[in-house]
């Protein structure tokens, strides 16, 4: 008998072991205070704002802005002038007789088109509803950038 009394209390200390091994932790909790930025690098690095100066800020937005800008502005005249003389070439073509389109089934397929789009897009609006929101928070974070970027996408595209 005393020795079943043994054997249940070294049995019931076991399981209490085995109960505090584990600790309950709060992800929530643990996520605000444990960036994964500073585990991967350091403390030092947290948002942008934090790092710099404001007038630095602005001049590294501004200065991406307007690469992005100047880019945007040269890739889309060069896009431009591809599509519209792509249709100018078939235009003369197709008025020189060199080539027939078929003009109805143009419409039936882009109309089918548009459909698969419209299917798709609602398909895609949660995903597309989460970066839109990401990137808003993004920008709310980062506004000195972000306002600098702006301005700077503009000058860029001005130029």
């Given at each position: 008998m005393a020795e079943q009394q043994q054997h249940s209390r070294a049995a019931s200390s076991a399981q209490d072991d085995e109960d505090e091994a584990y600790e309950m932790v709060d992800l929530t909790t643990y996520a605000r205070t444990h960036q994964w930025w500073s585990t991967v690098f350091?403390?030092?690095?947290?948002?942008?704002?934090?790092?710099?100066?404001?007038?630095?800020?602005?001049?590294?937005?501004?200065?991406?802005?307007?690469?992005?800008?100047?880019?945007?502005?040269?890739?889309?005249?060069?896009?431009?002038?591809?599509?519209?003389?792509?249709?100018?070439l078939l235009q003369i073509a197709?008025?020189?007789?060199?080539?027939?389109?078929?003009?109805?089934?143009?419409?039936?397929?882009?109309?089918?088109?548009?459909?698969?789009?419209?299917?798709?897009?609602?398909?895609?609006?949660?995903?597309?509803?989460?970066?839109?929101?990401?990137?808003?928070e993004f920008v709310k974070k980062n506004i000195v950038v972000s306002s600098g970027f702006v301005g700077g996408f503009l000058l860029g595209l001005a130029s």
């Open positions: 350091g403390n030092n690095s947290g948002p942008i704002a934090e790092k710099y100066s404001v007038a630095t800020q602005i001049m590294m937005g501004g200065m991406t802005g307007w690469c992005a800008g100047y880019l945007f502005q040269r890739v889309g005249k060069i896009a431009a002038t591809a599509v519209g003389g792509g249709f100018l197709n008025h020189s007789g060199y080539v027939q389109v078929d003009w109805k089934k143009v419409e039936k397929d882009v109309n089918k088109a548009k459909r698969r789009l419209k299917k798709k897009a609602n398909k895609a609006a949660p995903e597309i509803n989460t970066f839109i929101e990401e990137a808003t």
